[in-house]
């Protein structure tokens, strides 16, 4: 003799999923909170290596000089001689931020020292250079 099943016995066997998903949300949620974003000046570059460094924490301005001698700040390739207005206007965003200039080991000094005398002429006393620890 075989037995019939009822409909409602499937219902019960069934496992609800409704309280996994909503510890998989809560999750998703956690992680997207706590993650930590990293800001980037807009071109990758290989900065110089230095048995010195300290990492700096606090920066909050980065400005990039590629190996050709170009000044890129917040994703955009700026003009030497506009430097000064856009880190004025950051700085007026963040008046405690630092700047931190990532040179590449190909680029100019001159253009390095042009970008940070604009930093201090624009009111950014707290300025440092990107380097490589050896």
Not at 110 to 126: Q, S
């Amino acid at each position: 003799m075989a037995r019939k099943r009822k409909s409602g016995d499937d219902d019960q066997n069934a496992i609800d999923l409704t309280p996994m998903l909503d510890v998989v949300f809560i999750m998703l949620i956690f992680f997207i909170v706590t993650a930590s974003f990293i800001k980037e000046a807009g071109i990758e570059i290989n900065r110089p290596d230095a048995t010195t460094a300290e990492l700096k924490k606090s920066a909050n301005i980065l400005v990039a000089v590629s190996a050709n001698n170009e000044v890129w700040i917040d994703k955009n390739q700026v003009d030497i001689r506009a430097v000064k207005g856009v880190i004025e206007r950051m700085h007026a965003e963040n008046p405690k931020g630092a700047l931190v200039i990532q040179a590449d080991d190909e680029s100019n000094i001159e253009t390095l020292t042009k970008v940070a005398e604009a930093a201090r002429e624009a009111g950014v006393l707290d300025v440092s250079v990107s380097t490589e620890k050896k």
